[in-house]
């Protein structure tokens, strides 16, 4: 692999689920990553993959994390390799990859964490998946909060998400795994991104409907009138200074 990874893995808080620039330009304050999947990139219109990264990258600048998916689990394995070294060799500064938690990935994960190639290992939602990812190597394991949530009451497999994340976090800390990030995305509700922050993950995945929502309370409104109007009522005093 010609290009060695640049991006910076020691991170925390929220990233965002997006590809639409103004998206990310909107919230790049805030967020600390920024991840994408086959179905963002497809609802987005997006068809040139490599020349929108390159605009997300120009966007997010330097080190910032930006989360690429293998986009078929059906790809053999020197395929995804080959991929993810092409991703990395294009966007050193950037690029981490997302390899789906299934046989054929943890063998990937396993061969690209040896490379220094960082890893965010995705769709996890049970237990067994998250923790044989961070023991292939993985940088980041992702737990899909809602989709294990659904696992649980449609299926009744699994204990939930809540349980899986206790367990997860448990398990890094036994087996020294200390500079594995527990990303929770699949968040459906401002709640779960409460629930699983309180519990203890190391980042959420939101869209920006999501961020939409948490500024967004009727309290809230009523109280930003309120200063609003005082400060408005105040300036009616000619001797009213503001500096």
């Known amino acids: 692999?010609?290009?060695?990874?640049?991006v910076n893995t020691d991170v925390t808080g929220h990233f965002l689920d997006s590809s639409k620039l103004n998206e990310i330009q909107?919230?790049?304050p805030v967020i600390t990553g920024l991840t994408t999947n086959p179905v963002i990139l497809q609802k987005d219109g997006v068809v040139d993959i490599p020349a929108h990264l390159r605009l997300i990258c120009q966007t997010v600048g330097p080190?910032?994390?930006v989360s690429v998916e293998i986009p078929d689990t059906q790809m053999s394995q020197e395929e995804m390799l080959g991929l993810?070294?092409?991703?990395v060799q294009q966007f050193p500064a950037n690029a981490v990859i997302k390899v789906?938690?299934?046989d054929r990935g943890l063998n990937v994960i396993h061969k690209l964490a040896k490379e220094g190639v960082p890893i965010n290992a995705t769709l996890?939602?049970?237990?067994?998946?998250?923790?044989?990812?961070?023991d292939a190597g993985a940088d980041f394991v992702s737990l899909f909060w809602g989709r294990a949530l659904e696992s649980k009451e449609k299926y009744n497999e699994g204990p939930g998400p809540e349980v899986i994340l206790e367990s997860t976090l448990a398990y890094l800390l036994t087996r020294g795994h200390t500079d594995v990030r527990v990303i929770v995305g699949s968040i459906r509700t401002l709640d779960q991104v409460r629930q699983a922050l309180a519990q203890g993950a190391h980042i959420v995945t939101v869209t920006p409907g999501v961020l939409e929502q948490s500024m967004k309370a009727k309290r809230l409104d009523e109280t930003i009138r309120e200063f609003n109007d005082a400060y408005h009522q105040a300036r009616q005093d000619p001797n009213f200074k503001l500096i």
């Not at 692999?1 to 640049?6: G, L, P, T, V």
């Not at 993810?84 to 991703?87: G, K, L, R, T």
């Not at 996890?124 to 961070?134: H, N, R, W």
């Open 124 to 134: 996890g939602i049970t237990f067994s998946q998250l923790a044989l990812a961070a």
């Open 100 to 102: 789906p938690i299934t």
């Open 84 to 87: 993810a070294h092409e991703y």
């Open 26 to 28: 909107k919230w790049r």
């Open 63 to 65: 080190r910032f994390p």
């Open 1 to 6: 692999m010609a290009n060695k990874s640049e």
